[in-house]
């Protein structure tokens, strides 16, 4: 008893230690204002009856403890038997009955899910959170304080929930050496030097985090597997972030390569057929479950970029996945594989290959061939996390089989959270399309997903979260939205994406109504600002997808094996993907879908480049050609970013100074990097089109004076690749060892103004910048960003603004650059505009 | 130039590294509202011309340039020639004259005094800030720069300032080791491990300070001196302060040893009128002077407090003044000899004895017989720095005599920063107080200390400032305002309390009216809060005068040569200082305000006990008893403590996070510590004096239950010297290696309840507590707070308030603590009360 009221108070300190860094994301509990804490003071009985010993329901108390001492100064007195006195009731319905059977509530609750009522009996007030099973308590009981500190009423609760998927897993792409596969926030929480890490208190905590949600399990490491994962001596290390999970009913899964009976094993082969092959699965699997009994089971990624899998034995994807889930099935354990499946080999040449094809070419014959215990793990889409793509036509194929969505909660594709992207808004796009797999019956993704179409036993929701180490999680404080949001779905998925967001910005940031309004309203347009200047109109992210996948190169999609073609030209852009005419693959639909994306008519302005090829002139639906589409929604996105900057800046004071900080410099960044892809990608397609800008925008930039032409000491001019990471195609750099400068000629009207220095901020050095006014120094700083580029290109293209400096004609501005390391100090351009603030 | 350029870059940077840490102090810059920021910027010119090179000068262009930028986001052109464009200038009379007669200011202008001007010329607008000498340029500016961030027009300006005092100078307590007698906010920014310190940036930040207010000299060691600062080996130290301070116009001075010539010269004496001491002085003089020619003097503590003087030698104090000030004149140094001498192994027995008189028996005598190069100088009041004091009767003796007045910034008798306490009210009590010293006219404190009464060359102003490393400087954020108070009063002792709290409130936490109003309020009255419990009545601070000099000790004062006897018995109180039956303290006044203190009747109630011995039942003016004052003020002082937490409160989002919760923390203690003494002095006058407040408080405390009435398991009783300074004079002690427990028993009625305990938080240990109801953990917490005590004493009482917990009649609410090194987890008291919040 005594180390369980220990680990009560354990769990107070957190809150206080990481007070508004963000680590306690949607969980501050933080003391609500003195009218509401009044209220709920009235309302929340003074007794916590727990009737319950396992280690969820035991979670459940803390948490109540902790959320109603955090929200309103009141610690409640925990005991485990019913008196006459308010309280409220947590355990399971058979507990309740038990204990207290006048408390228990009428009808069944579904596994997981919860009830929460207000009861009278003899004369006093019992708040009772009840359920099937003790995840359910736990559940329920975040529930119960979530309603509390978004100011929803508790006074006469009478509400059952129950998840609309029973899988609400997570996947983590952390390698076993601590650095994480598209990780923005930081190392792994669960790895470091091949080692689970000493101190596992984050996992803990992050479980906590996914219990709040309803996440019920979580893969530890990447897909792209590290065999060692299976020996035996990394055994102890899986089951000691299980154990740190366990308090918050949350599995673990691990993923694991197919290779592993040849080499962890010892074996020759890994042939899924052999029996040598088939026993090494069935003893290691033993194993693994006598380490770690409550094990989730195996994820697999097979037979794609790079992974060996059946193919290389001459064996279907069935075979594979149905020898290991065999070998999990007697301890309950269930094995995903993805259906991330495709030739990144491919002849571009060839208008006929088509990579969003491949999902389904691979898997839509084996329908009926896996295992109940095997799910195939779908992404949205059909290509790779772009910033937009239909729902991937697999959901709507697979009838025989188990499925699950894998939607991707890390930025990978969506400015690594440099960006703010709120994904919600795009992932129930996809959710709530129609796939119409089924007449007469409305058969949306997530139907499908969840087995409901086809009457499956089991389905669900994937999310690849890859939270670092960073206090805010994911180095974004915004970003926490996107787990919070992704766990909302899973349990809810017709919850509105606004609803999710003012639910989330009351939990993180409180219940201000404009903080509320601001917040929600940046994040609820955010994904199409982010749309309106990496991709519209189905293009993709057209990002560097041979590189980092950050800053913007138009052309690194095409040319290669890899299958992201948008085919522009100098005649018009898209892929046409009609079976009629093109890749086949609208034809992969069923028949009521493929007739919407058949024909350039009927496929929706958003989709239309992902489709069709067509002249930039093309008409869309607006009356706005499709060139000018791409312009005009550049500047917009660029503009909406400008504009969430000020916006933010009307919560100074409304929100903690450190929060307000991070996000406002996270915002500032974004503005900045939203015109680079602005500038270069329509500066591309204005080469490749030759149609002007009708508003005159492109390529005429008032202020603005190029590197390249000013008075160069030290300075060399480097041609920028790709060309339009640069403004003018052109940078200078320093070379190492100088110091170089760039001058400019200012000839307008004196008076007030600000200076925008375009410079470049790579990761392998630290560049030293002044910049002086008719020799006077006016600035100074180093570029020390964190960036994932290397090079001088668009992700490292870096913004300084100099604000409000005394201008006169005929005044020299002087920008001097010293290298540092590989970073050389290079320029793309100044803008002189009258001063803004 | 470009050294130049980039000192003014470089002076950018601590704002951005320290923002709001309380290290810019009043200096912050911080940018002004939107509409404010307008207004302004259409105001100031955007050039600045800087008319002068010397240092002070270049500061201040440099301080114009980051407090325009910090302001108004606005970078002004900098250039030395004026041309035909609006501009401001800065430069001497003499520089302005020769470089723009138009702008030259007519009339003179005092030393270190400025103008600041308006003046159109040619068409053009210009602000001309004009000096007599360059300090006066640095300090012009300033107020220009003040004038906009407390939101002051500068549209027409047309002001001149004179420095009501020639000497605003500043002493350190710092010893070379680093340490700093009386300092409460760190180490010595000067001093570590007996040399300079490597990093003297901090120096140089606090002369940008101190310049700030005009104060122009600086002590940099103890007055306890150590011999070693006139060594020669330590020259280079003193010379590399100096180096730091002179960007900003401020003298380094020294104190000394008076036995230097015998410890440091190797000379058998240190009499003054030997011919080897003699040239001893000298040529230490001159040697010092060659390392720091603008060095500004010395200053000695002598025949007090143990440091050797020239009674030793059977000289006097003017023989000892007068051959250092002959050393010291041929540089221009000054000397100031400290009017701190007294006995302090006096006969306490003896009712005639009293240390107030020290001061004028020492040096009535000498008056005309010191050189004009010598002051004497006087603390404000005849004692030491006490909660109240009247003026010091010296002041108005001297006449042929140079003085300055010495006042505490270092908050000694003042609750060492951690309560806060803004001295400027009570400076101003002092300053104002006309001593009738010349018969006709005036003749206050402030004007007799600069010599404007009997027409000296000089005096002034020296207060002992001690900041220290950490970052707020005083380690109360709310305790820099008495340094900047001391400053603008030096300037100009005219200004008002008010307007010198609402000036230092706005540039330090900015013109948020509610903000403005709040923090002045707790400023102005926090004096007579902090009196109300320490020592009302003129009884002085009755703190631990023999120990800490923080903690109560009502009697610590008495039984003792140390003179700061208010000789309290079971009869009356208060020491009767009157000439007629008493020590003959009230007549070292001039017959005026001799007349005044002589008498019960005329006394002010404030001095009351300070000036008279009087029973317990004596009548104040009030109509109220000397006892039920005492009572009262007590209940009083506390009680405006609680709402100062309160009223901080109202201030969160005003005021930055983190400046808001160390101000929060800080008042939270302060209230925890009044409610300390008022138990404490009430229950100790209540003993003596065996008189009941009327009010029925003292002695009864609803809902305190004594740690020693407890079941104690492990706990021993402890009787506590003082026996005020624990609740029945007694608390409970755990011995080394054990885990104690001390429980209550609950009886009221159920409900939410707030539980105080009252613990002991000594310096040399950190125990750890835990609280429990009914076996239910409810608050765990370590005793790691810095106070000054490793005693069970008032000054380590601690308190804990674990606010919101249910209690049921019949609970049992245990303490549990666990001793660490020299703490005994020692316990006085739990409170159970209601739940406030």
Same mark, same amino acid.
């Given at each position: 008893m005594r180390r369980v009221l220990c680990l009560i108070l354990l769990l107070l300190l957190p809150s206080v230690l990481h007070a508004e860094s963000g680590y306690d994301a949607w969980l501050r509990y933080a003391p609500l204002d003195d009218v509401s804490a009044r209220r709920y003071r009235d309302a929340v009985p003074p007794v916590v009856i727990v009737l319950g010993a396992e280690t969820p329901i035991q979670s459940a108390r803390d948490e109540l403890v902790r959320g109603i001492k955090g929200m309103l100064n009141r610690t409640p007195r925990v005991e485990s038997r019913v008196s006459g006195d308010a309280a409220i009731v947590i355990g399971t319905v058979t507990q309740i009955r038990q204990a207290a059977p006048q408390l228990a509530p009428a009808g069944s609750i579904e596994t997981d899910g919860f009830s929460l009522r207000t009861v009278r009996a003899n004369g006093a007030r019992f708040v009772v959170i009840a359920a099937q099973n003790d995840l359910g308590v736990l559940y329920g009981t975040f529930a119960f304080l979530r309603k509390i500190a978004v100011g929803e009423s508790i006074a006469d609760l009478d509400q059952k929930e129950t998840p609309y998927s029973p899988i609400r897993w997570i996947n983590h792409w952390d390698n076993l050496d601590g650095s994480i596969e598209r990780g923005y926030g930081g190392r792994s929480i669960f790895w470091e030097n091949g080692r689970? &890490?000493? #101190?596992l208190s984050r996992v803990t905590d992050y479980g906590r985090l996914l219990a709040s949600l309803g996440i019920n399990g979580c893969s530890i490491n990447n897909v792209n597997a590290d065999p060692r994962v299976l020996s035996p001596e990394f055994l102890p290390q899986i089951a000691r972030v299980a154990e740190a999970l366990r308090p918050w009913g949350v599995k673990v899964l691990i993923s694991v390569d197919f290779g592993s009976p040849r080499t962890i094993g010892g074996l020759t082969t890994f042939d899924p057929l052999d029996p040598s092959v088939i026993a090494f699965w069935k003893n290691k699997a033993d194993e693994i479950y006598r380490a770690v009994p409550d094990l989730g089971g195996f994820v697999l990624k097979a037979d794609s970029e790079g992974r060996i899998g059946p193919s290389a034995v001459g064996r279907t994807h069935a075979d594979a996945a149905n020898v290991i889930a065999r070998a999990l099935k007697p301890h309950g354990g269930l094995f995903f594989y993805r259906?991330?499946?495709?030739?990144? &080999?491919? #002849?571009?040449?060839?208008?006929?290959?088509?990579?969003?094809?491949a999902a389904y070419d691979n898997f839509k014959d084996l329908d009926g061939k896996f295992d109940d215990n095997v799910f195939i793990q779908i992404k949205n889409g059909p290509i790779d996390f772009q910033v937009r793509e239909p729902a991937s036509p697999l959901f709507g194929t697979l009838e025989k089989t188990n499925q699950i969505i894998e939607l991707q909660i890390t930025q990978e594709y969506m400015g690594q959270a440099r960006h703010t992207v709120f994904l919600v808004p795009m992932w129930k796009e996809v959710l709530d399309f129609d796939m119409k797999a089924r007449p007469g019956v409305s058969t949306p993704v997530k139907a499908l997903v969840t087995g409901k179409t086809f009457n499956r036993s089991s389905g669900g929701f994937v999310g690849v979260s890859n939270v670092g180490l960073e206090e805010s999680w994911y180095g974004n404080q915004l970003s926490q939205a996107n787990l919070y949001g992704f766990g909302r779905l899973a349990w809810n998925p017709d919850l509105s994406s606004k609803q999710i967001v003012e639910e989330w910005t009351r939990l993180t940031f409180g219940n201000d109504p404009k903080v509320v309004e601001t917040i929600a309203n940046v994040q609820l347009t955010s994904w199409r600002t982010y749309e309106n200047y990496t991709g519209p109109l189905g293009l993709q992210t057209l990002t560097d997808i041979v590189g980092n996948h950050f800053g913007v190169a138009v052309e690194a999609s095409e040319r290669n094996g890899w299958g992201q073609w948008h085919r522009a030209d100098e005649q018009g852009v898209g892929m046409d993907r009609s079976a009629a005419t093109g890749?086949?693959?609208?034809?992969?639909?069923r028949p009521e879908v493929a007739k919407i994306y058949e024909t350039v008519e009927n496929t929706p302005d958003d989709l239309l480049l992902f489709m069709h090829h067509v002249p930039y002139t093309q008409k869309l639906k607006s009356g706005k050609t499709v060139i000018q589409y791409i312009y005009d929604s550049h500047y917009e996105g660029a503009e909406s970013v400008e504009k969430y900057v000020n916006d933010w800046k009307s919560l100074r004071g409304r929100v903690d100074d450190r929060r307000y900080e991070e996000v406002l410099a996270q915002l500032k960044y974004q503005a900045g990097q939203a015109i680079v892809w602005r500038d270069a990608v329509n500066g591309w397609f204005y080469k490749a089109?030759?149609?002007?800008d009708a508003r005159g925008r492109v390529g005429n930039y008032p202020g603005r004076f190029e590197a390249e032409a000013a008075s160069l000491t030290g300075y060399r001019v480097l041609s920028v690749t790709p060309f339009e990471a640069a403004s003018g195609e052109k940078a200078v750099e320093c070379p190492a060892g100088n110091t170089c400068t760039a001058a400019f000629k200012f000839n307008g009207q004196a008076g007030w103004y600000d200076i925008t220095v375009r410079y470049f901020d790579v990761n392998n050095g630290i560049a030293r910048y002044r910049v002086r006014v008719s020799g006077q120094m006016v600035d100074e700083w180093t570029g020390a960003d964190r960036v994932?580029?290397?090079?001088?290109?668009s992700g490292s293209s870096a913004r300084r603004i100099v604000e409000g400096l005394a201008l006169r004609p005929g005044d020299e501005i002087q920008i001097e650059g010293i290298p540092n390391e590989g970073e050389t100090a290079a320029l793309d351009y100044i803008e002189i505009h009258p001063a803004v603030n």
């Open positions: 689970a &890490r000493q #101190d259906g991330f499946v495709y030739d990144n &080999r491919m #002849d571009w040449r060839n208008l006929k290959n088509d990579r969003a094809r890749t086949g693959f609208a034809g992969q639909y089109s030759k149609i002007p994932p580029s290397r090079r001088v290109d």
